[in-house]
């Protein structure tokens, strides 16, 4: 009775001491770091009119952490962003890490009427740029239309610009950032222009789907 009593408390204290030890081996052991996210456009990605919140680039966070991802997403969206602008302020925001670039700019572009191969051009300059500051770099490229009212000949100089950059750069494409939101009255604000945060909720599923494709072929053992 007595040995069976000296077994069992041995037992128990082995137990006891493996917990322990498991303990700290788990401390011990680092948290990942998580995937850095730049969101980096005009209003759209700003999010005008809503809370920080309620745009897109916040909407991304929790859908990844839902999905088992973990990253954090800076959005440096600016209202009235032009690709031109955007060029002139990319090296002072791309000071701090990032592992991927959401290049979101060019609407503005269409709203004034810019010329195309400027817009093309500065969208491939800050690619450049990207990946002269971060070599491995992943860039998501969201796609822009311009609108009707401004002619069939700048509507195909325009559009063509964001899946030809995709191709020729070897950058991933959202084809259409503004998918199942531009055009309907619901989903926008009373501008017209802005997304609503049912909007922004929809934008975020639509860079979701290539982000998500994204993050799975960078993971180890991916391909």
């Known amino acids: 009775m007595k040995r069976g009593k000296k077994i069992l ?5 082995l137990l ?3 917990a322990f030890i498991w ?20 209003s759209l990605t ?14 991304l966070e929790a859908i990844a952490r839902d999905k088992g991802f973990h990253l954090t ?26 592992d991927v670039l959401i290049l979101a700019l060019g609407a503005n572009d269409a709203l004034r009427g810019q010329d195309p191969e400027a817009t093309e051009n500065n ?12 070599p491995d770099v992943t860039i998501l490229l969201a796609g822009m239309f311009a609108p009707p009212n401004l002619g069939s000949d700048y509507r195909r100089a325009f559009d063509g610009i964001f899946p030809r950059i995709a191709e020729d750069e070897e950058v991933r494409l ?19 222009i802005h997304p609503t945060r049912e909007g922004q909720r929809i934008m975020a599923r639509t860079v979701w789907a290539e982000l998500h494709r994204a993050l799975e072929d960078s993971a180890p053992g991916a391909g």
């Open 123 to 134: 969208l491939r300059t800050i690619i450049a740029e990207a990946r002269e500051a971060h």
């Open 174 to 192: 959202v084809p259409f950032l503004l998918e199942g939101v531009a055009g309907d009255p619901s989903l926008n604000q009373a501008d017209g």
């Open 9 to 13: 408390i041995a037992v128990v204290a």
């Open 23 to 42: 303990t700290r081996v788990q401390a011990a052991e680092p948290e990942p770091e998580p995937v850095r996210v730049l969101a980096f456009g005009d």
């Open 73 to 98: 997403v800076r959005n440096a969206g600016l209202s009235g962003e032009t690709t031109a602008g955007g060029l002139r302020r990319i090296g002072w925001v791309l000071r701090q890490p990032v």
């Open 46 to 59: 700003a999010g005008y009119g809503l809370d920080p919140e309620d745009a897109y680039p916040a909407l």
């Open 16 to 18: 006891l001491a493996l």
